[in-house]
């Protein structure tokens, strides 16, 4: 296993209350501002709806666009404050509601499950070629409506996977959505086995998943960081090489450990123009550049000649689809897992938030609930 921990994750699952409460603890905001308007209310426990299920929360993941920067009011969705945040979590099932198929899909009470609640209409072309992540309406919970920095959620029950007995929370909901996300990456940009792959800000949260996905599946990956301990633990990961990003030779080093070709595959969720640029420079012929992120810019340069004439492409990967979660918990079942840095408890979620937006983070941070 490779989970990287600075301090110990809590691996307790909560149980299944005898009687649901009415109200929990959650942590609210009721501006977009500074980490400091996140704080703990008490709230009404969520109804179960047709087709959902109820989980109690152990673990929830703090993410830089879909918390940090929807808190700060960056994020191009706006919802109805007051707003609970959380996205990506694992839990335990505490009750189905109405429609939901116990047996057959293994969703029952007391099942432990991570929880990937990024939503398609189900009805347009592109949920039903299994494209979800192109639908023009999806809806993510903890974005459009309120998520997971709470005790319980209801969510809908394909949003939900089963998890083996093995896998603590924090590991859960550390996969949860990035893990769809990075094999989706991965698989679209067509990753051979040896390839040669570069992930910038290998680091991140998101970075981290890839990064370490990508070796996992076989491939010789560098990583980039502009902080030299971060770049030390890429290498202890067995990253082949971590590089400073934004230092002068890195397209030269770059060059010289591939032997002159490049990278098959870029993976740049970031959208720096400078960075981007210089991923360009040491993609290979008929390589490929993912994007998946822009949170600092994302309006780049782009030199056309190149592109055509080297036969590359540029490919943007909005999240994981169905086909990429089955193969994404394939591989978790095959030993993979993703970089979790640490745990902060649920009411410091203002302090994980510092935390992130201070780039102390290697890999993932999560909240815990701490519940019994
Ligand atoms: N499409 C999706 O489903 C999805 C899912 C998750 C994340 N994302 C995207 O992935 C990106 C990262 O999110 P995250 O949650 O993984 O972030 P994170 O853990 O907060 O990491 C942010 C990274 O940004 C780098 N960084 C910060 N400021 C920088 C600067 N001025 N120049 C260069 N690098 C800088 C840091 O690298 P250093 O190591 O150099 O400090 C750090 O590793 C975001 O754009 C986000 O939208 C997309
Ligand atoms: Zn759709």
């Not at 990075?182 to 570069?198: C, E, H, I």
């Not at 990278?263 to 970031?270: E, I, K, S």
């Amino acid at each position: 296993m490779t989970t990287l921990s600075a301090r110990p994750v809590p691996a307790a699952w909560p149980s299944v209350p005898r009687e649901l409460p009415r109200t929990m603890s959650a942590v609210v905001f009721d501006a977009f501002g500074p980490p400091d308007v996140l704080r703990v209310d008490t709230v009404d426990v969520p109804e179960v709806g047709p087709g959902e299920v109820l989980v109690r929360v152990a673990a929830v993941c703090v993410g830089r666009f879909l918390d940090v920067s929807l808190r700060a009011g960056r994020h191009p969705v706006m919802p109805e404050l007051p707003h609970v945040l959380g996205v990506e979590h694992a839990g335990t099932v505490v009750a189905v509601g109405p429609g939901v198929e116990t047996g057959v899909s293994e969703i029952d009470v007391g099942q432990h499950v991570a929880v990937w609640p990024v939503l398609g209409c189900g009805n347009c072309e592109a949920c039903l070629s299994g494209s979800k992540e192109a639908c023009p309406t999806l809806r993510i919970d903890g974005v459009h409506s309120r998520g997971a920095y709470a005790e319980y959620t209801a969510v809908g029950a394909d949003a939900v996977w089963s998890l083996p007995d093995d896998l603590d929370p924090a590991t859960a909901a550390g996969v949860a959505l990035a893990g769809p996300v990075a094999m989706n990456q991965l698989r679209q940009a067509g990753l051979r086995t040896g390839d040669w792959v570069l992930v910038a800000g290998a680091a991140s949260a998101l970075g981290s998943t890839t990064a370490e996905l990508a070796r996992h599946l076989g491939a010789r990956v560098i990583g980039t960081s502009r902080a030299a301990w971060k770049r030390e633990r890429l290498l202890a990961m067995g990253l082949e090489a971590a590089l400073d990003p934004t230092a002068e030779g890195f397209v030269d080093e770059v060059r010289a450990l591939t032997g002159g070709a490049g990278v098959a595959v870029a993976v740049d969720d970031l959208g720096d123009p400078d960075i981007f640029a210089r991923l360009t420079d040491v993609l290979a012929p008929q390589g490929v550049l993912v994007s998946s992120g822009a949170f600092l810019g994302g309006t780049v340069p782009l030199n056309l000649a190149r592109l055509y004439t080297l036969n590359q492409r540029i490919l943007g990967v909005r999240t994981g689809n169905d086909a990429s979660a089955l193969a994404l918990w394939a591989e978790v079942a095959r030993g993979f897992r993703p970089v979790v840095d640490r745990a902060f408890p649920l009411a410091e979620a203002a302090e994980a938030h510092r935390f992130l937006e201070a780039d102390d983070n290697m890999g993932r941070i999560v909240l815990i609930t701490g519940q019994a």
